[in-house]
């Protein structure tokens, strides 16, 4: 059974960096576009970064230049480190894996989101 598992979220100051992992289990996704969403109070989940399975990445406009997305393919892994957070930012953020690129919302591997809250 595939389980996506996310850690790392938590509360933290605006201005300040945290860094989301994402470990799979029950198979392997080598081969597979490893991404992460968000989902804000009241707003629609969006696609935040992903990482195809040959190294290239995406980022939404609002993360380009503070958000890495980075792939650990020996450790089944996904991260994405976060800087110079804003209050918006806050969300409850979402692993997945696909085979399309970039990932679909609905399709593939999802795992259960963790809370990030930035505070201004």
């Known amino acids: 059974q595939v389980q996506l598992v996310e850690s790392g979220g938590g509360l933290v100051q605006a201005g300040g960096a945290l860094r989301l992992s994402c470990a799979a289990s029950?198979?392997?996704?080598?081969?597979?576009?490893r991404g992460w969403f968000r989902q804000a109070p009241g707003k629609e989940r969006e696609l935040v970064a992903a990482?195809?399975?040959?190294?290239?990445?995406i980022y939404a406009d609002s993360v380009k230049g503070r958000f890495t997305i980075s792939r650990d393919n020996a450790k089944n892994a996904v991260y994405l480190q976060r800087n110079s957070l804003k209050p918006e930012d806050t969300a409850v953020y979402y692993c997945?894996?696909?085979?399309?690129?970039?990932?679909?919302?609905?399709?593939?591997?999802w795992g259960q989101g963790t809370q990030v809250t930035v505070s201004s």
């Open positions: 990482i195809g399975w040959s190294g290239s990445r």
């Open positions: 029950g198979r392997t996704f080598v081969s597979y576009t």
């Open positions: 997945a894996v696909d085979r399309a690129y970039p990932p679909q919302y609905g399709r593939g591997y």
